[in-house]
């Protein structure tokens, strides 16, 4: 696991804890409760302290260390920067509402409601902690934070920042307006990026603390890995969504590619190529008028086919080879050529993995998603039997040949040279025809929206699993492919 984490993976890493069973209410109380106890034994003398508390889960992180403070025997006076009614995290309204009864009840909390920069005043407070904004700092702060983070700057308190100091970039550590200088920050789980590349004049001492999130929301998928599924943006158009190319499919598997390009479809992208043999053109022509179908002459793809093909590879941003494409070594001479000359990612699947060469993808954005056997037969090595020496194998492999591995199993794994994960979604039923193109479709698709090719055969491998269990509890172990079509349409974050 990464000792260092950017915004997004760890905003991934809270979703994946929730969808684990443990709800980010439980992180927001193990989180200030942490910090209450980080304070209590490191300041214990210091009694008289000062938070500021925005309204997200930062804030909301500051209103659980006020109410364990207290329980400390310290004075707190805790400053809220937002408008109760405004609240959009539901943790910190719950911790909002908690923290309103107490303080009309202990008489060591002091509650103060502000909107408008002119009630804020010096704080010659022993301790003030900074809990205004965590990872979500990007551009100019606003009243009354702004003239918030003068008054912690201008104190003589001991300056203790929660997660990220307020004002600062989490992912790369700049200071786009202004920010608190703590002499402390206590970050949650892991580092921040934006921590690593900042000055230490900025953060002051990092200070790690556990919060209970387990090692499984890091190593395996989850619901939070969608959140790394770029969303349109509203003023997008036609080609800035994803295109792709797929190539396969003759006349006896045609419904290999129809497969492969409906799952790519669920992924909203603009534009799904398709290139097959003439004889299957037609046919596959009618199952969607979204499919743009180009065809190559004869019944089976070739070579001779690599110029047509090669302008259609200009157009897109990813391709998928190998769906229903046979064993032709006709097809194996196509496949080679656009492995070796083309400067795209390329989802190398079924037919594709026991036609082409491993020593072609050699520094080439290549994704292969096997299975076992059609592992063994792409790479010439023999899977151990034990999880951690078939991840040293895959990670190996990848490092050596700059790829990027989906090995397909009841334990999916997904590696890079430097990184891997684990998928434990997905049940017997997949053993069904067609299941192998959708998460090929499916990863294509995603190339084309999200950062890295090791992201895109996570997540995809994460949905038709999901898809499928879902499909299983409904319907049994003999569902369909169209059931698991219904369920990836129904996916939050899609």
Excluded: W
């Excluded at 790829?403 to 053993?431: E, P, R, S």
Aim: contains cysteine; proline residues 4%.
């Amino acid at each position: 696991m990464k000792n260092v984490l950017t915004p997004i993976q760890m905003s991934v890493v809270d979703k994946n804890t929730a969808y684990n069973g443990i709800p980010t209410l439980v992180l927001m109380e193990n989180a200030g409760s942490q910090i209450a106890n980080y304070i209590k034994e490191n300041y214990l003398n210091h009694k008289k302290i000062s938070i500021y508390a925005g309204s997200g889960g930062n804030g909301g992180d500051g209103l659980v260390v006020a109410r364990h403070l207290l329980n400390y025997g310290y004075k707190i006076r805790l400053f809220i920067l937002f408008d109760p009614r405004n609240i959009k995290h539901p943790d910190t309204q719950l911790n909002y509402a908690a923290i309103e009864k107490i303080a009309q009840a202990d008489k060591n909390l002091k509650l103060y409601k502000i909107r408008d920069s002119t009630q804020l005043k010096p704080d010659n407070s022993d301790i003030i902690i900074d809990a205004i904004l965590g990872t979500g700092v990007r551009s100019k702060l606003r009243e009354p934070i702004s003239k918030a983070v003068d008054t912690i700057n201008y104190s003589p308190a001991i300056v203790i920042s929660v997660d990220i100091p307020t004002g600062l970039n989490p992912t790369d550590g700049s200071t786009p307006h202004k920010q608190v200088i703590p002499q402390t920050t206590l970050t949650l789980h892991k580092k921040k990026t934006g921590l690593i590349k900042a000055q230490k004049t900025y953060t002051g001492d990092v200070v790690v603390l556990d919060i209970g999130i387990p090692k499984i929301s890091e190593l395996y998928t989850g619901l939070g890995d969608l959140l790394k599924i770029h969303k349109p943006k509203p003023d997008s158009h036609k080609n800035q969504n994803g295109s792709i190319l797929i190539i396969g499919s003759n006349k006896d598997y045609i419904g290999a590619v129809v497969f492969a390009a409906t799952a790519a479809l669920t992924q909203h992208i603009d534009l799904v190529y398709i290139v097959v043999p003439e004889k299957s053109a037609p046919i596959i022509k009618q199952y969607n008028p979204e499919f743009i179908v180009r065809s190559t002459p004869g019944d089976t793809l070739t070579d001779e086919s690599y110029d047509m093909i090669s302008d259609l590879i200009e157009k897109v941003d990813a391709i998928l080879i190998g769906s229903g494409a046979g064993l032709d070594l006709r097809t194996g001479e196509l496949f080679n050529h656009i492995i070796k000359t083309v400067d795209k990612p390329i989802v190398v699947d079924a037919d594709a993995l026991k036609l082409v060469d491993i020593e072609n993808t050699q520094n080439k954005e290549v994704i292969i998603t096997p299975h076992a056997h059609e592992f063994m037969t792409f790479t010439n090595e023999k899977l151990p039997d034990m999880m951690d020496e078939k991840i040293e194998l895959l990670q190996k492999l990848s490092d050596k040949y700059h790829l990027t591995i989906l090995l397909k199993g009841v334990i999916d794994i997904i590696t890079t040279q430097k990184d891997y994960k684990l998928n434990n979604t997905g049940n017997a039923g997949m053993t069904m025809g067609g299941t192998g193109d959708i998460l090929a479709g499916l990863t294509c698709a995603l190339v084309t929206k999200t950062d890295s090719l090791f992201d895109a055969a996570s997540i995809a491998a994460f949905i038709i699993g999901y898809a499928a269990d879902k499909a299983q509890k409904e319907h049994g172990d003999y569902y369909s492919i169209d059931d698991i079509f219904d369920n990836i349409k129904k996916i939050e974050g899609i």
